[in-house]
């Protein structure tokens, strides 16, 4: 029997705002449900977020019309404070995220996942790219007051 081969898909973009402010963006429950969406037809009316070891999070990500929706949820495995955020998913693939400071104003995000088997390859990279991009223009027209 061989094990299980497992495929990860990379995807990043780059923010121009400093990493403190990326991390507040990316981990607050009332940031989460503005930017958490792949495409203008779908949402996120609910997000919890309980950032630690152990902790769960589930963002609820629905079609605008209600035709669809399901719980993106999981428990983190490992946070390093503006660096990094490992977690599994409810379905047991795993997700790790680094953030990293390009200089005082400017912030890369790597997130690294293993892929599910029900969608194409392609089209799980340019959802979860869209999510990082639809997040990218959220943190940068939402600037906050330099120092919080």
Do not use: C
């Given at each position: 029997?061989?094990?299980?081969e497992t495929?990860?898909?990379?995807?990043?973009?780059?923010?121009?705002?400093?990493?403190?402010?990326?991390?507040?963006?990316?981990?607050?429950?009332?940031?989460?449900?503005?930017?958490?969406?792949?495409?203008?037809?779908?949402?996120?009316?609910?997000a919890e977020?309980?950032?630690?070891?152990?902790?769960?999070?589930?963002?609820?990500?629905?079609?605008?019309?209600?035709?669809?929706?399901?719980?993106?949820?999981?428990?983190?495995?490992?946070?390093?404070?503006?660096?990094?955020?490992?977690?599994?998913?409810?379905?047991?693939?795993?997700?790790?995220?680094?953030?990293?400071?390009?200089?005082?104003?400017?912030?890369?995000?790597?997130e690294t996942?293993?892929?599910?088997?029900?969608?194409?390859?392609?089209?799980?990279?340019?959802?979860?790219?869209?999510?990082?991009?639809?997040?990218?223009?959220?943190?940068?027209?939402?600037?906050?007051?330099?120092?919080?």
């Amino acid at each position: 029997m061989n094990p299980k081969e497992t495929t990860t898909i990379s995807v990043k973009v780059l923010i121009d705002l400093p990493v403190e402010q990326v991390w507040k963006r990316w981990t607050t429950p009332e940031d989460i449900i503005n930017w958490n969406a792949a495409s203008k037809d779908w949402h996120t009316p609910f997000a919890e977020n309980n950032l630690r070891s152990g902790g769960k999070f589930n963002y609820r990500m629905e079609a605008r019309d209600g035709s669809v929706g399901f719980d993106f949820e999981g428990v983190y495995d490992r946070i390093v404070i503006h660096k990094q955020i490992e977690y599994t998913l409810g379905d047991g693939r795993k997700v790790n995220i680094v953030f990293t400071a390009i200089n005082k104003n400017k912030t890369e995000i790597i997130e690294t996942f293993e892929a599910e088997n029900t969608n194409s390859i392609e089209l799980q990279r340019t959802g979860w790219q869209a999510i990082l991009n639809n997040f990218k223009k959220y943190a940068e027209q939402n600037n906050l007051i330099p120092g919080t």
